[in-house]
């Protein structure tokens, strides 16, 4: 694979031949609480992610009037207007400098997705180490460039876009800032296998060759992210929740910590499984040929100065002996010494 793909991020080197670099989405399934954005990342850092992310917004200024002071009832509303219930699950400042502390503290990587400008400068202002870019902004290349410009790694995701956007956002960072990482997403919470179209990943890399690709996975499960590794995908981004039954429309597509755990092992173990790609025989592989396998011996008791046939030729496991492609080679030989039946024959054996 092309060793200029790479990408840095707090001290983690993320390339082709890198273990996935897992992401824990968390976003706003802390529900407003700073203890439970605590306990998500302390599960994420014992189930083995990389980073854990929220989502920053300014309300205020992201959305419409119309839209802020729209009623919002239901079973996962959290506030009687869509602003109210959008204020209710945004950290501020003194929460985001207690989280950051945290993070430190038990050893992983945070950093927040920027819905807008304000929020950009929010993040900035706490030397956040990355930005993750929402499909939704992908076609917003203001933004991008103003995201650019702080010059920290971008994770982009290209949810509901054609190649196009996906190009037109390319050329947008690229120029200002090349520590970009380009997500494989399907924008649907969830999505079916059917829709995630990994096959993405490979036109990603053909297409883009100097940059890392990664997978946004939106999927309920976890073989689709090691599918996604195998096909190239080297940055893996899952949503997560302690409890999927929790209010919130995320959490019930979001993995609960054993479902993370299991998702970053086999991810560990697609890494290690992939190998370098070169054919050989591997120590561990003679046991199980030793039965298996195949000799070339003596079909039936031989005297010496026989000329052998194909008839006194017997193919028989062990395989401690001349291999079966030697068969032809034996055909026509005279035998310097008797052999039993089911002795090996060697061509030490044979005139």
């Given at each position: ?13 993320i ?6 670099y ?12 700073l203890?439970?954005a ?12 990389d ?8 309300n205020?200024?992201?959305y ?5 002071e729209?009623?919002?009832?239901g ?16 950290f501020?400042?003194a ?13 992983i ?11 950009a400068?929010f ?10 870019i929402?499909s ?20 982009v ?23 970009l ?8 919470y ?6 995630m179209n990994l ?13 890392v ?11 689709m992210?090691?599918a ?5 995908a ?13 209010r ?30 070169v054919?050989?025989v591997?120590?561990?592989e003679?046991?199980?040929?030793y ?21 006194d ?9 001349l291999?079966?492609y ?5 055909i ?11 002795e090996?024959?060697?061509?030490a054996?044979?005139?």
């Amino acid at each position: 694979m092309d060793q200029t793909r790479t990408l840095s991020l707090a001290g983690a080197a993320i390339g082709d031949d890198s273990p996935c670099y897992v992401i824990a989405e968390i976003g706003h399934n802390h529900q407003g609480d700073l203890e439970k954005a605590k306990q998500l990342f302390r599960a994420a850092k014992e189930c083995g992610v990389d980073a854990v992310k929220l989502q920053k917004r300014d309300n205020r200024t992201l959305y419409t009037r119309e839209l802020y002071e729209q009623p919002y009832l239901g079973e996962n509303s959290y506030g009687d207007t869509y602003g109210a219930h959008r204020e209710a699950l945004e950290f501020g400042k003194a929460e985001y400098m207690e989280l950051k502390a945290y993070a430190a503290e038990i050893g992983i990587t945070f950093f927040a997705t920027a819905f807008d400008f304000a929020s950009a400068d929010f993040l900035a202002a706490l030397e956040m180490p990355a930005y993750k870019i929402a499909s939704g902004d992908l076609t917003n290349t203001p933004l991008l460039q103003y995201i650019a410009r702080l010059g920290k790694p971008m994770f982009v995701s290209t949810g509901g876009a054609a190649m196009d956007d996906v190009q037109r956002a390319y050329d947008t960072i690229m120029p200002i800032n090349s520590q970009l990482c380009l997500l494989q997403c399907t924008a649907m919470y969830p999505v079916e296998a059917q829709d995630m179209n990994l096959r993405v990943i490979e036109t990603f890399r053909a297409a883009y060759p100097d940059i890392v690709i990664g997978l946004s996975d939106h999927q309920s499960g976890i073989a689709m992210a090691v599918a996604g590794y195998v096909l190239g995908a080297r940055v893996i981004e899952k949503h997560f929740t302690l409890n999927r039954a929790w209010r919130g429309t995320d959490h019930a597509f979001s993995l609960e910590p054993l479902g993370m755990r299991k998702m970053v092992r086999d991810l560990q173990r697609a890494h290690a499984a992939l190998g370098d790609g070169v054919k050989r025989v591997l120590p561990g592989e003679n046991k199980a040929l030793y039965k298996m396998a195949k000799k070339l011996v003596a079909a039936r008791d031989l005297p010496s100065g026989h000329q052998l046939q194909l008839r006194d030729i017997a193919i028989k496991s062990p395989n401690n002996g001349l291999p079966p492609y030697e068969l032809e080679n034996l055909i026509g030989r005279v035998l310097q010494r008797p052999l039993r039946q089911d002795e090996s024959i060697t061509f030490a054996d044979l005139t």
